[in-house]
């Protein structure tokens, strides 16, 4: 959660919920949108909008999507600066 805050500060545009994709990415916690809304006992499709999101705003890559299933999996589309 300390990581999750300090990324806040320096990004305050973020979400809570984007701050903790982009750290469970970096920190190899999570890569795919199940994988993380199970950890973090949130909704799957709140996990999907906060990605695209940030795939909107280039901070993530969308690498493969499980069109049944909407599994979205995702990597760090640059640096957190």
């Not at 959660?1 to 806040?8: E, S, W």
């Not at 901070?59 to 600066?81: N, P």
Request: net charge positive.
């Amino acid at each position: 959660m300390y990581l999750v805050a300090r990324l806040i500060t320096a990004q305050p545009d973020l979400t809570s919920i984007q701050a903790g994709i982009i750290i469970a990415a970096e920190q190899n916690i999570a890569r795919d949108s199940r994988t993380f809304a199970r950890l973090l006992g949130l909704a799957h499709a709140l996990v999907l909008r906060e990605i695209t999101t940030l795939c909107d705003q280039n901070r993530l890559t969308i690498t493969k999507q499980d069109a049944r299933t909407l599994r979205t999996f995702y990597e760090m589309a640059g640096s957190l600066d």
